[in-house]
């Protein structure tokens, strides 16, 4: 499974480097550091972010260009085509995918998914 597009410049760059950080249990830390910088980072700026949480470059490098990473992302992708994600975010509660992101309506949800 491929994308058929990168909606989202460098997304799957971006993708491998904070699968790659997972392996060395950084996942959150990577992806905390990821979402400051510029959507159109590019591969000094991926790197810069895993030295700055202290990962081990090589094996880092070495991760993400794998194919068990690849493999990752590439079934994450086959769940998500299979829920009919095609953008994040996407949310679902209990099951129900919402399609409004306003707080308002968010909540409203919520609030009837509890009284239930």
Same mark, same amino acid.
């Given at each position: ?6 909606? &989202? ?13 997972? &392996? ?16 159109? &980072? ?75």
């Amino acid at each position: 499974m491929a994308l058929s597009e990168d909606m &989202q410049p460098r997304s799957c760059e971006a993708a491998f480097a904070t699968v790659a950080a997972e &392996q060395q249990n950084r996942f959150w830390n990577y992806h905390d550091h990821l979402f400051e910088t510029s959507l159109e &980072q590019n591969d000094k700026t991926l790197t810069s972010i895993a030295k700055n949480i202290g990962l081990d470059i090589d094996k880092w490098n070495r991760d993400r260009n794998s194919e068990e990473v690849k493999k990752i992302i590439a079934d994450d992708l086959a769940i998500a085509y299979k829920l009919g994600i095609n953008a994040t975010p996407t949310v679902f509660i209990n099951g129900r995918r919402v399609n409004s992101f306003q707080e308002s309506v968010l909540t409203f949800i919520i609030k009837n998914e509890l009284k239930k």
